[in-house]
């Protein structure tokens, strides 16, 4: 290419270049501006040959003193202005708008020129301080930090949860917030974000402190985010002060460890008490049949009526230990197992065949699912409740009884219902309570235990259990069991 070609070819590109670009001599006057600084300006170049550049850049007065300027022109270096957002260049319409500017010296052998080049950042500092509104505005603590870890903004949650104020953070390295013992390794930590920049919590399963001003450490949680700001990749941290969290955990599991205790304790005192009370128990039941087979004549009728009474009463309360035994093993040995509730149903059906014929019950039983359950336990709900619908008819009508199981949200409803006495408004709760009954035991033989068993066994299953009736037409009891069960 010829020289001629060449120069004509720089020009092209200086001319199209989508950068300001403008060329003073050695006294600081402008002798070229391309097309985009005339746009940028409002200017054409005519207007400006041979005018200072302090007529674009009024502000070079602002940032350096004219006494520099005398003898910049002279003896040019490469400067840049405006780096802190404070340079403002002006159109000929007035108009005055944020610029970077970088002055660069150029060197021939007959003269020395300045290029410069002007940047409007404008759209720049907006973006900047959406970003600065969108950080003040956060509930949580917000650092923004650059690539070698230093603080560039923070919000004032930062200087709440940290006891610093904003100057104080502002410029100083991120590691000023982290304790000590950790501090040696958090720039490692920073390097390894910054070579796979992408949103995430900090610090996967590793418990995370700050430390504040006070030197007191704080418990956080670290949300990472990459941003991207004038082609720097910065790093933008949310941090949320978890001290009460972990206060409300640690009281969560201290109070869970202190139940587990007190079940056991529980349990094995049930064990304890029931089996020591047994023993005397079974002496006085089996010494009462044997002093009935023995020496029954020799006592008369009230004393054998007392004899009788001893018995019942001793068999009685057999029966109450080992319904309280049974209630305390609930659920020892669970097992989920898949089970066919149509199946298990039959079973307990035929279990109380002979109270059913005896009563001359109608029974009428829907379909039902299949589910993931404690079988054995499910077993004794059905049996309790159908039992019950049984054992608490009305005198003068034959029970009918019917069960049926419905899929509702979250899992399944499942419902007993009677046509017997009834239970008054004021007991529907009570009657799940131990040994609550409602009748003496000469009108209803019972323990008071078998609704106390459905109770739980509905929340054993993570449900529950309530019922709905009037006295006089007939209960309806109702569980719900969730589905999903694992
Ligand atoms: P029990 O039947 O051994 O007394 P439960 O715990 O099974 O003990 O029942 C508690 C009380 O609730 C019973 O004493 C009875 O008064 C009342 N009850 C339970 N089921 C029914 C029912 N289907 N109809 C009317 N009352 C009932």
Redesign the pocket.
């Known amino acids: 290419m010829k020289i001629k070609d060449r120069e004509l070819g720089f020009r092209l590109i200086i001319e199209a270049s989508p950068v300001a670009l403008i060329l003073t001599n050695n006294e600081g006057k402008i002798i070229y501006l391309n097309n985009f600084a005339e746009k940028m300006f409002d200017y054409q170049e005519k207007e400006l040959e041979g005018k200072g550049v302090d007529s674009l850049l009024n502000d070079i007065y602002t940032v350096k003193p004219p006494e520099f300027w005398k003898k910049y022109f002279t003896q040019p270096t490469s400067i840049r202005l405006g780096e802190d957002n404070s340079f403002m260049a002006e159109t000929k319409t007035g108009q005055k708008f944020p610029a970077e500017v970088q002055m660069n010296p150029i060197k021939t052998e007959e003269s020395i020129y300045v290029l410069i080049t002007i940047t409007n950042v404008s759209d720049r500092l907006k973006a900047n301080e959406q970003l600065r509104l969108v950080v003040e505005s956060a509930l949580n603590a917000m650092i923004l930090t650059d690539s070698s870890g230093k603080i560039l903004v923070i919000n004032k949650q930062t200087e709440l949860l940290f006891g610093y104020g904003r100057n104080e953070l502002i410029g100083e390295k991120i590691e000023i917030l982290v304790p000590q013992r950790m501090k040696q390794h958090h720039p490692h930590h920073r390097q390894k974000f910054h070579d796979q920049p992408k949103a995430r919590p900090m610090g996967a399963g590793r418990d995370l402190f700050g430390v504040k001003k006070d030197g007191t450490e704080i418990p956080v949680e670290i949300g990472l985010n990459p941003v991207e700001k004038d082609g720097e990749m910065l790093v933008l941290a949310s941090v949320i002060d978890i001290t009460e969290r972990k206060k409300n955990e640690e009281a969560i599991r201290l109070y869970a460890r202190q139940i587990e205790e007190k079940n056991k304790e529980l349990e094995e005192f049930t064990n304890v008490a029931s089996h020591d009370l047994r023993e005397p128990l079974n002496s006085i039941i089996g010494f009462t049949e044997l002093l009935k087979e023995r020496n029954s004549d020799q006592l008369d009728e009230d004393g054998n009526k007392m004899l009788d009474f001893i018995g019942k009463s001793s068999s009685r309360m057999s029966d109450l230990i080992i319904g309280l035994l049974d209630y305390a093993r609930l659920g020892n040995s669970k097992e989920l197992a898949t089970t066919d509730l149509n199946k298990l149903l039959l079973t307990v059906l035929l279990d109380l065949d002979s109270s059913i014929k005896a009563s001359d019950a109608e029974i009428k039983a829907g379909e039902m699912p299949v589910l993931n359950v404690f079988s054995m336990e499910f077993r004794l709900l059905f049996q309790?409740?159908i039992s019950?619908?049984l054992?608490?008819r009305k005198p003068d009508a034959a029970p009918q009884i019917s069960i049926s199981a419905n899929k509702v949200q979250y899992g399944w409803e499942f419902k007993v219902s009677?046509n017997?006495?009834?239970?008054p408004e004021d007991?529907k709760e009570k009657?799940?309570n131990l040994f609550?009954?409602?009748?003496k035991r000469n009108e209803?033989e019972?323990?008071?235990?078998?609704?106390?068993?459905c109770r739980k066994i509905a929340e054993l299953h993570g449900g529950r259990i309530w019922v709905e009736?009037e006295v006089g037409k007939g209960?309806t009891?109702y569980f719900f069991i969730p589905s999903g069960l694992r």
Do not use: C, E
């Not at 609550?436 to 009748?439: E, N, T």
């Open positions: 309790n409740l019950n619908s054992k608490y009677d017997g006495i009834g239970i007991q009657v799940f609550h009954r409602l009748h209803f019972g323990t008071g235990i078998g609704l106390a068993h009736s209960s009891f």
